[in-house]
């Protein structure tokens, strides 16, 4: 576990050179370590339940690719299919069988999802479902949720959460105010406000985009009914209800969060999981609907490298690996850690509150459970950055950020979520 003089000076040689190179010494704001005050990890390999930093430290990983990585790291079925796909090429210019079959496995567990189009990234995939919805009902008004976060486009990036919430940035520089004004913004779990926002804005409002569990301001759960309301107040206004199963997607079970619950949504975007690990997004829903995109209809929308045939494969191979009965093992070990946060929390005499929905996990040093953005911004930022820290220490990577999920991972066995519960044993009674 101990870095040698020599490898820590090789973590501290990299940081110099990243400062130099990307903004922040980062591709992604999420990736900066400087909400919890600490120098960033450059990982260099990862395997099962483990990643390794640049010094060769060994940690027990939390982080899982931001949501992909729901096998552990490196999972070897899904490295050889990549070895063997790789054989035939890269991206060859033309559908490849591959995407079919992952597009069928998608609608075989999403059959809302009765058309679908693959894309590069998660943010794409909610551009392109919103363009769609925009076309479909001939309105310009979306609704979010204050927290939510559904990639980087322009209007959504208005209240939205992930690196927005961890960096306290109170919206983006560069987004127009003309665009940001085509955004309304409710509180998260709050059924009047929605109610009120239909009413101010009637048939003018496209769509609601909502992440049906709340991942990017910390985990919280939809309260009991709040989907199904999303879900009659659409259809009453005629707009149309889009859930970003981004994070959520065969995360929370194999039909995402709409077999969860029990709501259909009329669109769903997808990400992270269905290319396991590698760049992929995906939009998709009522075929009525999905007939509009080019060239069936007239909503354009393309990509390069859409349905590359590296994201097919793992996309395949990893979906065929989720069972029902490893999501039950999953729940399992998640819940397991759950239990054990909860008495280190109680033998250290802190107050914390655990959200919890399936394998993601969030521990906000807050009283009770937040219900929706304002109350999970209210958490302890410096205890949560203490807290990190000590975590380090004793070998456990947690998302450097006090408001996103912990992704917990088919690979964590019993040894890793003994030794994460001890770690914040330690931890919380600093
Ligand atoms: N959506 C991911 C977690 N909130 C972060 C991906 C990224 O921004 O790098």
Aim: net charge negative.
């Amino acid at each position: 576990m101990s870095a040698s003089i020599e490898t820590e000076a090789r973590s501290a040689d990299l940081i110099r050179r990243a400062e130099g190179l990307f903004p922040g010494g980062v591709n992604s704001p999420v990736r900066a370590f400087r909400s919890v005050g600490r120098p960033p990890l450059f990982l260099e390999r990862g395997r099962g339940p483990h990643v390794w930093d640049a010094d060769g430290n060994r940690y027990i990983c939390y982080i899982g690719s931001w949501g992909p990585a729901i096998l552990g790291h490196a999972d070897p079925t899904t490295i050889e299919a990549l070895h063997r796909t790789l054989d035939n090429g890269l991206a060859l210019g033309a559908t490849n069988p591959l995407e079919i079959e992952l597009g069928e496995a998608i609608r075989a567990a999403m059959p809302s999802m009765e058309r679908l189009r693959f894309t590069s990234s998660g943010t794409e995939a909610v551009m392109s479902a919103l363009r769609l919805a925009r076309a479909a009902t001939g309105r310009d008004l979306i609704l979010k949720f204050a927290g939510g976060y559904h990639g980087h486009a322009d209007h959504l990036l208005v209240e939205a959460g992930s690196g927005i919430a961890t960096h306290a940035i109170p919206g983006s520089a560069g987004v127009p105010a003309s665009v940001a004004g085509l955004t309304i913004v409710v509180p998260y779990n709050d059924p009047e406000a929605v109610e009120a926002a239909f009413r101010a804005h009637p048939a003018r409002i496209a769509a609601v985009i909502v992440e049906p569990v709340a991942a990017n301001v910390g985990v919280i759960a939809p309260a009991p009914g709040f989907l199904e309301l999303l879900r009659s107040a659409t259809a009453a206004d005629g707009a149309l209800l889009v859930f970003d199963e981004v994070i959520t997607g065969f995360r929370v079970g194999r039909g995402g969060a709409q077999a969860r619950f029990g709501v259909t949504p009329d669109l769903t975007t997808l990400g992270k999981i269905i290319g396991g690990g590698m760049p992929i997004g995906a939009y998709g829903g009522r075929a009525d609907l999905m007939a509009l995109v080019a060239p069936s209809g007239p909503v354009y929308q393309a990509g390069t490298l859409s349905g590359h045939p590296l994201s097919m494969a793992a996309g395949i191979t990893t979906l065929a690996a989720l069972t029902a009965d490893r999501y039950e093992a999953l729940e399992t070990t998640a819940a397991t850690l759950e239990r054990g946060l909860v008495d280190a929390a109680r033998t250290a005499e802190r107050p914390i509150a655990i959200a919890r929905v399936g394998s993601l996990l969030t521990v906000f040093f807050l009283e009770r459970p937040p219900l929706n953005a304002a109350e999970a911004l209210a958490a302890d930022r410096a205890a949560f950055g203490t807290f990190f820290g000590a975590m380090l220490d004793g070998g456990v990577l947690l998302p450097p950020s006090p408001f996103e999920a912990w992704f917990v991972s088919m690979a964590h066995g019993p040894e890793e979520i003994a030794e994460t519960i001890a770690a914040a044993t330690t931890a919380l009674g600093r």
